[in-house]
């Protein structure tokens, strides 16, 4: 399973990106399949994932309420809408996915990244 991300940029605080995840292979049911990010010299941490099992929508909570996580399985895409983004939201994004139905995980499968950057 190949993964990848695309959607990243730069924009200015209060902007908005649509990331996408687009899977080699029909997305997993009913596993997960998730975002997490890793900015600068921090650990990589989860931001929002789907569980297919019930088609429920998972957010860390600095994101609740700005970021949307969905699923096209028509497409074998995954996308992250991320509104009112914040200096804070900077890092590498990341999907993910695998024969789990947590949605932070462990995960099998990982795309390259990729990059957001959001200035003050």
């Known amino acids: 399973v190949h993964l990848v991300e695309s959607g990243g940029g730069s924009v200015q605080a209060g902007g908005s990106l649509r990331l996408a995840c687009v899977s080699s292979?029909?997305?997993?049911?009913?596993?997960?399949m998730s975002w997490f990010r890793q900015a600068p010299g921090k650990e990589r941490e989860f931001v929002a994932g789907?569980?297919?099992?019930?088609?429920?929508?998972y957010y860390t909570d600095s994101v609740r309420g700005r970021f949307d996580v969905s699923g096209d399985d028509a497409k074998n895409t995954m996308y992250l809408q991320m509104n009112r983004l914040k200096p804070e939201d900077t890092a590498v994004y990341y999907c993910?996915?695998?024969?789990?139905?947590?949605?932070?995980?462990?995960?099998?499968?990982w795309g390259q990244g990729t990059q957001v950057t959001v200035s003050s």
């Open positions: 993910a996915t695998g024969r789990t139905m947590e949605v932070r995980g462990p995960f099998d499968y």
């Open positions: 292979e029909q997305i997993f049911h009913p596993y997960a």
């Open positions: 789907v569980s297919y099992s019930g088609t429920s929508t």
